[in-house]
Nanobody
């Protein structure tokens, strides 16, 4: 059974930082690209960071320079360090694993709420 369990969300003031973590089980972790998505109320889910099994990263312009994704292949975890947070970063953040061998195979976590507000 595949499980992705996110943690680390919460309430933070603008300009602050949060670190999200995602623990994966039930998959061969190194065979998956790991991704973080977010979905704000009334908006589509969007990709905010991805990292390949080899450590190559990708970010959209909206978070580039503020968010950093990392992974620990020995511990089957992926993290998202979020700095200089803005109110528009408020959303539910989801961890996703996407198979590099079968691109149609992907798994989602349950999501964790991040609220940026003073």
């Amino acid at each position: 059974q595949v499980q992705l369990v996110e943690s680390g969300g919460g309430l933070v003031q603008p300009g602050g930082s949060l670190r999200l973590s995602c623990a994966a089980s039930g998959i061969i972790f190194v065979q998956y690209t790991m991704e973080w998505y977010r979905q704000a109320p009334g908006k589509q889910r969007e990709l905010v960071a991805s990292i390949s099994s080899g450590g190559a990263t990708n970010y959209p312009d909206s978070v580039k320079g503020r968010f950093t994704i990392s992974r620990d292949n020995a511990k089957n975890t992926v993290s998202l360090q979020m700095d200089f947070l803005k109110p528009e970063d408020t959303a539910v953040y989801y961890c996703r694993s996407r198979s590099v061998l079968r691109a149609w195979v992907a798994y989602w976590g349950q999501g964790t709420q991040v609220t940026v507000s003073s």
